[in-house]
């Protein structure tokens, strides 16, 4: 569990936030002088700053591995497959709709799938990197 929140924590400070998101709440997303304050609930797209990859997934396992749900970049703007929400860790007490402060550990859901962003030890097939994966857990949203 550890180990995903540091890739996941590694990921976003590579520059992935992209600020195209769409909103599952009203106070999803509100406007500051300092940028966009992101809220529990709210669905976006993490874009890598370099290659403008977009975080993606989609309900086809990897055929070896884990054999969980795949997670890869993708680069078309428009697909529906790359939007996550945003949720609490479930040992707190936050709810959908509060501010989420810097440093706060968060989970990602994936939009269509319903299921959470992971890694583990394996190794991806392509690139020999940790693999990235999605898996279906019962957890408090």
């Not at 590579?14 to 600020?19: A, E, P, Q, V, Y």
């Not at 890598?48 to 054999?67: A, F, I, M, Q």
């Not at 697909?79 to 996550?84: E, K, L, T």
């Amino acid at each position: 569990m550890a180990l995903s929140f540091f890739v996941l924590a590694i990921f976003l400070f590579l520059g992935l936030i992209d600020l195209d998101q769409t909103s599952t709440s009203s106070a999803s997303a509100a406007a500051t002088a300092q940028g966009v304050e992101v809220t529990y609930g709210t669905a976006l797209k993490l874009m890598h700053d370099k290659t403008k990859y977009r975080l993606h997934s989609h309900d086809v396992p990897y055929g070896s591995g884990s054999g969980q749900q795949s997670v890869t970049g993708f680069s078309n703007v428009d697909d529906a497959n790359s939007y996550w929400i945003v949720r609490p860790d479930p040992d707190t007490n936050a709810k959908q709709g509060d501010t989420i402060k810097s440093g706060t550990i968060v989970r990602l859901q994936h939009m269509k799938t319903r299921k959470w962003l992971h890694s583990h030890l394996h190794a991806s097939p392509i690139s020999g990197n940790l693999e990235v994966s999605c898996l279906h857990l019962h957890l408090k949203q």
